[in-house]
């Protein structure tokens, strides 16, 4: 009994000293995802790339629809969608670092649907105005609008495709690609004024649009593709 009630007070003693810093121990920290300030600024600057997008998406969506953009509208607000999902998810990685793989791969999904949404949209869109034979817009608020949406969403779009292969994000990289297609939209728009004037290729937006098109599916398949992925070490690599 005497035995009993000296250990006591020596285990609890033993048990609020720090625990000894071992090789083996330090090696464990260093390779937790929590502990990586470079995986940390990684994903603050993820979500400051997306907090953007969705910031310029919603402004510049609505002024879409009212100059008549239909196509980059639509491109914008499928990018709002899939940043504002990225914010959820990275936001989820900042709060548990070693648990951010489940929200990682629903945010693929939902960036795959969005490129899947953009491609079928765009597909019908140019082949109904191919069939009419709509002459493209040459309003000046038009012009201006996609040449705004241009200089902001192509570096985006540049931006999150790098630092979604860095971070291994199929989801951001997927949500550049969205960017990248509002990009493209709007080039078209610019592009196609001076084709129909110059040359009278009033065709070619809508052809070049279906070529956009092709390129978002492949996205959307290659993005919502079902995978496992893990966090080993400093960066994050797919399961096998």
């Not at 083996?24 to 937790?32: H, I, L, V, W």
């Not at 402004?59 to 959820?88: C, F, K, P, Q």
């Not at 949406?149 to 550049?176: H, I, T």
Request: proline share 5%; aromatic share 4%; glycine share 8%.
């Amino acid at each position: 009994m005497l035995y009993n009630l000296g250990k006591a007070p020596q285990e609890a003693l033993a048990l609020s000293l720090p625990r000894p810093v071992t090789s083996q121990n330090a090696m464990s920290e260093a390779r937790s995802p929590g502990c990586d300030p470079a995986r940390l600024r990684q994903v603050t600057a993820a979500l400051w790339l997306v907090s953007v997008s969705v910031a310029f998406g919603m402004l510049s969506g609505a002024n879409s629809v009212t100059t008549g953009l239909a196509d980059h509208s639509l491109g914008v607000l499928a990018d709002v969608a899939g940043s504002a999902v990225l914010i959820w998810r990275f936001r989820a990685e900042r709060r548990q670092p070693g648990q951010s793989c489940p929200a990682e791969a629903r945010a693929a999904v939902i960036v795959a649907i969005a490129l899947a949404v953009v491609s079928v949209a765009l597909t019908v869109q140019s082949a109904a105005a191919l069939a009419a034979g709509s002459r493209p817009g040459t309003s000046g608020v038009t012009l201006g609008a996609a040449a705004v949406s241009l200089a902001v969403l192509a570096p985006l779009a540049r931006a999150k495709r790098r630092l979604g292969e860095r971070m291994d994000s199929r989801a951001l990289r997927g949500d550049g690609t969205l960017s990248a297609i509002g990009a493209a939209t709007s080039a078209l728009a610019l592009a196609a004024l001076m084709l129909n004037d110059t040359l009278r290729w009033w065709w070619a937006d809508r052809t070049a649009a279906l070529i956009v098109a092709l390129i978002a599916a492949a996205e959307a398949w290659h993005t919502g593709w079902p995978d496992r992925c893990r966090l080993t070490g400093r960066e994050w690599r797919r399961g096998p």
